[in-house]
């Protein structure tokens, strides 16, 4: 049958594949768009299964925070090239992820995959996009905090950004240097008091291998490697860093001169580079 250039171009509007792929559909599918929707669909599941074993190292990492700013998510929607990346219907997807994300705060990332857009799943949306691009797609990662009060910051390249949470009301200027201090430095942990166990563990193993590697005597060691520990949680704590837009003071004390009561409850960073 005959297939016109506005049902091709109504069925690329349903489902945002390319033209060609749109009229090969309804040409198989003799000219049904249900039919034809699923052949796309379809296809875009085949692409994704012959590219699952492809390595991501490319996307978009977007940050979001609500109207009242109690609520941040942080989500990463990754392909394979950065030319698909900068591509505008990739960068639609993944706005529109980090909208459904903010609006629903799944708890974790398979809830995400299973909210909707336009009318079928987020995994689903996904699967399409690597249909229509040729390049494997996946969401690498989703978080979110809850605070009193939530700031966020995403660096110019688009790879990498930061969600914080405070105990109360800061501005955003002091929101936004304190998120701009995590992406920068990759803090481990917002305190020495709450830097995971297993974290501690692995750095005071690594010390002592080497501390018996320069030779120290025996009843030195643990001595020498809590030192080095000490070291590590002033360069690897938030609080306790040193504040990079001062270079004099940490990140505790700037707070603390801002207002004594506020504390950083919790962030969330994540980079494409790391």
Request: net charge negative; glycine share 6%; charged share 30%.
């Amino acid at each position: 049958m005959e297939i016109k250039a506005a049902d091709v171009a109504k069925l690329r509007q349903m489902t945002g594949a390319g033209m060609m792929d749109c009229k090969n559909a309804l040409v198989e599918a003799n000219g049904d768009y249900e039919k034809a929707k699923d052949i796309i669909r379809e296809k875009g599941k085949l692409i994704a299964a012959k590219r699952a074993d492809r390595e991501i190292s490319e996307g978009s990492v977007i940050a979001r925070v609500n109207s009242t700013n109690n609520k941040a998510i942080l989500v990463c929607l990754g392909c394979e090239t950065d030319f698909v990346s900068r591509n505008a219907d990739f960068q639609e997807l993944a706005n529109k992820i980090a909208d459904v994300a903010l609006e629903s705060f799944p708890a974790d990332l398979e809830a995400l995959k299973s909210l909707k857009i336009d009318n079928i799943t987020i995994e689903e949306a996904i699967t399409q996009q690597t249909g229509k691009s040729g390049e494997k797609h996946a969401i690498l990662f989703y978080n979110r905090i809850e605070a009193p009060y939530v700031d966020y910051y995403i660096h110019t390249n688009g790879k990498v950004a930061t969600i914080v949470g405070f105990s109360k009301n800061v501005s955003h200027e002091v929101g936004k240097e304190i998120a701009m201090q995590i992406t920068a430095m990759s803090p481990v942990s917002v305190s020495r008091e709450n830097c995971p166990k297993e974290v501690i563990d692995k750095e005071l193993e690594i010390y002592r291998i080497q501390i018996r590697e320069e030779g120290k005597p025996e009843n030195m060691v643990e001595q020498i490697a809590q030192g080095k520990l000490n070291k590590f949680f002033k360069e690897s704590t938030l609080e306790e860093q040193t504040f990079v837009k001062d270079g004099k003071i940490t990140v505790a004390a700037y707070l603390k001169s801002v207002d004594p009561e506020i504390r950083v409850t919790g962030f969330s960073r994540f980079s494409l580079n790391d």
